[in-house]
């Protein structure tokens, strides 16, 4: 079956830094990605999406980058502040369902 | 413009209880789902209406969870006779056109606990 997973269920990182969130998938025609953000006691927030017919897409802060060759994506965020403490969720987005890995616990300390 | 709201925010039962969560989604938007994230696990799929019609149901569990969007509204999940297993958090979202992968949006979930 077709699966999206995340590689580390919590990562730590110090307040300015850059963090990493990675994601892999396993099925080799998914076309459309996207990274959600949920705060405590709050829904899943869109953060950024990428389509496979590009490589690397940018935001305010947040960079996506796919590669399709090992079917993994990731999450940049610059500059890291304690706002972006939160769970962060990959998603396959399909015409009808978004199929979620199972999320990295951002930690952001002073 | 309101987001997609839900209610209540937390309900606790007994096992054997019966109850119902409701959702509004944003006005105008034909596609609206449920999905719930039980004990820290990924977010799972439910089902997905498209206006009043269940376009997809796979995702439901069993037969004691049922779906309705009467109207092409607010849509409720009710859940019947409630079980241990079905604690979590259950979320709903919807999206503008039907046939697209518009963004979903999503409302800020129901906590069940069933004791």
């Known amino acids: 079956g077709e699966s999206v997973g995340l590689h580390l269920p919590t990562l730590s990182v110090q307040e300015g830094d850059n963090s990493i969130i990675n994601c892999a998938y396993s099925?080799?025609?998914?076309?459309?990605f996207i990274w959600y953000k949920q705060e405590s006691g709050k829904g899943p927030q869109f953060i950024i999406d990428?389509?496979?017919?590009?490589d690397k897409r940018q935001g305010q802060r947040v960079t996506v980058l796919l590669n399709k060759t090992v079917k993994h994506l990731s999450l940049q965020i610059a500059a890291t502040q304690p706002g972006d403490s939160a769970v962060y969720f990959c998603a396959e987005n399909k015409v009808d369902k978004l199929i979620f890995g199972t999320g990295t616990r951002l930690q952001v300390f002073p | 413009e309101a987001g997609v709201t839900q209610f209540p925010s937390h309900s606790v039962i007994e096992k054997g209880q019966t109850v119902t969560l409701r959702c509004d989604p944003i006005s105008g938007h034909d596609n609206l789902y449920w999905y719930r994230r039980v004990m820290g696990k990924e977010i799972k799929f439910l089902l997905h209406?498209?206006?009043?019609?269940?376009?997809?149901e796979s995702g439901m569990p069993n037969n004691r969870f049922l779906a309705e969007r009467t109207g092409g509204t607010y849509s409720t999940l009710k859940v019947q006779p409630a079980e241990l297993e079905d604690s979590g958090v259950y979320f709903c979202?919807?999206?503008?056109?039907?046939?697209?992968?518009?963004?979903?949006?999503f409302g800020p979930g129901t906590r069940l606990t069933v004791l």
């Open positions: 099925n080799s025609a998914s076309d459309y």
């Open positions: 209406f498209v206006k009043e019609s269940k376009q997809d």
């Open positions: 990428i389509r496979s017919n590009m």
């Open positions: 979202a919807s999206s503008p056109r039907m046939g697209s992968t518009d963004t979903q949006y």
